[in-house]
């Protein structure tokens, strides 16, 4: 069983930055693909940043593409996303995932993914 935890959330005001942090506990980290996903109010959930095994490729959203950076630290079983130039319509809940099977591209499906953390709130006031 793997259990995935979010930290870095928190109010920033328009044009700051925050870093998200994912840890995990349970499986081999280095061997799963991770991903960011976030659900704004009355939205639905959406694909934000993917990382492969070992950082060898990663994928954005078009609406953060040049702001946002994932990362991964296999040694500390965690992922992270540095979020620049933040407007007031990057606020969501933001949720870190991890996904157990073989995957040559980038997964931006919800449904690629096995297992989710309970999730971060970023507040971005303008």
């Known amino acids: 069983q793997v259990q995935l935890v979010e930290s870095g959330g928190g109010v920033v005001q328009a044009g700051g930055s925050l870093r998200l942090s994912c840890a995990a506990s349970g499986r081999t980290f280095s061997s799963y693909y991770m991903g960011w996903f976030r659900q704004a109010p009355g939205k639905e959930r959406e694909f934000v940043a993917f990382?492969?095994?070992?950082?060898?490729?990663?994928y954005y959203s078009d609406s953060v593409k040049g702001r946002f950076t994932i990362s991964r630290d296999d040694a500390k079983n965690s992922v992270y996303l540095q979020m620049n130039g933040l407007t007031p319509e990057d606020t969501a809940v933001y949720f870190c995932?991890?996904?157990?099977?073989?995957?040559?591209?980038?997964?931006?499906?919800?449904?690629?993914?096995?297992?989710w953390g309970q999730g971060t709130q970023v507040t971005v006031s303008s």
């Open positions: 995932a991890l996904g157990v099977g073989y995957l040559t591209g980038a997964a931006s499906r919800e449904g690629l993914y096995d297992y």
């Open positions: 990382i492969q095994r070992r950082g060898d490729l990663t």
